[in-house]
């Protein structure tokens, strides 16, 4: 996977951010609106008399963008347009409706470091987050400091231990570190921290130096 321009730890300054952050623009602040629209179903009564109404808006919503839609070919190939920061993605994009979005920022030892609440769509035992969600997030995290460490790869392991349940409501801090390069393989460690610095999921990651190519 190819680092590109990316900023490093060796060339840029400390608090450098390194995804996408939220800009205001008309498609970040629909997304938002969509992010609130699943948080806002899971809680509304299921005895709200409006559904079936709220149903039928969303579907309108759901046809106009869809008509408005490019190819897919089209819409990859413009995605992947660029230095490969992306506003796409399940974990930091602020295009994603499915991401926090999480915002993660650079510090001069190496790590990258970035702080979310999440809420119950990430909702796995009650009232904490989802063991796979945790795993994404970690997942992202790593590979996010593996560019700011100057190197890439695919995620080849992903050891994952829970320490203990990781709150929902709360905020979190989650952070990577590239450990070490030993050829093609990279080896990253993260965590998520409480506030108060307990330590819920840390996790061990394998990345191979290997790229899957852009789509043109
Ligand atoms: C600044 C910020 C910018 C942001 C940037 C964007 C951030 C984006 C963040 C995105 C983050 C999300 C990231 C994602 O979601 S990546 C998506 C999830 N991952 C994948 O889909 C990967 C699928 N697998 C593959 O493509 C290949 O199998 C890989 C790439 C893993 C290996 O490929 P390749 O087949 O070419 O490798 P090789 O066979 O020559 O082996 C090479 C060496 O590696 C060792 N090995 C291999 N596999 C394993 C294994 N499983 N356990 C232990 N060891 C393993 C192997 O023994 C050998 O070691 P040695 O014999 O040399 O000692």
Known sequence: MSVGTHPTF??????TVLTSPPDGSAVDRATGAARRVVDALLRTDRGNANLARVA???NSIAEHLEEHAPAVAERLIDMWNGEGVTRHDPVTGPENALAPPLVLEGLPDGSVRGTVTLTIPYQGPPGHVHG???ALLLDHVLGVANAWGGKAGMTAQLSTRYHRPTPLFEPLTLTGKLISVDGRKITTAGDIRTADGQVCVSVEGLFVDKSVPRPR
């Open 10 to 15: 060796e060339n840029s300054p400390p608090g």
């Open 56 to 58: 039928e808006e969303l």
């Open 132 to 134: 796979g969600v945790s």
